[in-house]
């Protein structure tokens, strides 16, 4: 009876233990990056569609973590229509839109001067084997940086969309832009077709917690006071 009741105990435990891993999805009213996506600040008027697909989850689906950074942060391919015919170059740029840091959109990957004849990224794609001529912009750990899967953070689930702009120009091949205003300043006024694949990331229940921070250094100690000569008050 005692070896039932622990069993019993413990599956209740899991039961209960479980939700705490479940996140929720963001919520639909609120997303408080969406104004600063790229594909809805650069668009010109009457831009064209393009239709974004990856391999990697289903649009609006949950993105599996050997696409973030807590799995292996593996790249989940990429594919997209042809643009216009006045499309030279295509830019790529992946972004978490509910949340924004200092009024700035959170960036996670960022590609420009892809060929126009490119339509496709293939899976497993590594950071040397992007199509020859494309430049990597910034994302949120720097200026250049290949792909950069999620981690999102412990509450409701976070929207990342991975956008595609057709361009109507071919940046300089010299082009190193180190923040996203630099990277989109360029392209203003140039973009002729736009659309995005839309993944939900969530915490990985199985990750180890983060490092715990260092301890703050202690206050230096206040200099002792001078020695008191009791002989000048006698």
């Known amino acids: 009876m005692r070896s039932f009741a622990s069993v019993a105990a413990l599956a ?3 039961m209960v233990a479980t939700p705490a891993f479940a996140q929720s999805p963001p919520p639909a009213a609120v997303e408080v990056g969406k104004d600063l996506l790229a594909s809805v600040t ?7 569609k393009l239709t974004v697909t990856t391999p990697g989850w289903k649009e609006g689906a949950d993105i599996d973590f050997k696409y973030t950074q807590y799995q292996g942060n593996a790249f989940p391919g990429l594919e997209w229509t042809k643009g216009p015919a006045a499309t030279k170059s295509y830019a790529i ?4 839109s ?3 840091a200092r009024g700035s959109p959170i960036l996670h990957w960022s590609v420009v001067n892809i060929p126009a004849t490119v339509t496709k ?4 794609m590594k950071p040397e084997e992007i199509p020859a001529g494309s430049i990597y912009g910034p994302n949120y750990q720097g200026a250049g940086k290949p792909y950069l899967g999620p981690r999102t953070p412990p509450g409701p689930k976070h929207r990342y969309h991975i956008q595609v702009l057709a361009i109507d120009t071919t940046l300089s ?4 832009p180190k923040s996203y205003a630099e990277l989109i300043e360029p392209l203003k006024g140039h973009v002729i077709a736009t659309g995005d694949v839309v993944g939900l990331g969530q915490v990985d ?12 250094p202690a206050a230096p ?10 002989s000048k008050h006698q």
Do not use: N
């Not at 650069?42 to 064209?48: C, V």
């Not at 990224?121 to 497993?124: Q, V």
């Not at 091949?173 to 190193?176: P, S």
């Open 12 to 14: 209740a435990a899991m």
């Open 42 to 48: 650069l668009a010109t008027a009457g831009a064209a």
């Open 93 to 96: 740029i992946m972004q978490d």
């Open 98 to 100: 509910d949340f924004v």
């Open 121 to 124: 990224l293939p899976a497993g």
């Open 173 to 176: 091949a010299d082009f190193a």
């Open 205 to 216: 229940p199985s990750a180890p917690p983060p490092a715990p921070r260092p301890p703050a």
């Open 221 to 230: 100690a206040a200099p002792a006071a001078p020695p008191v000569d009791h």
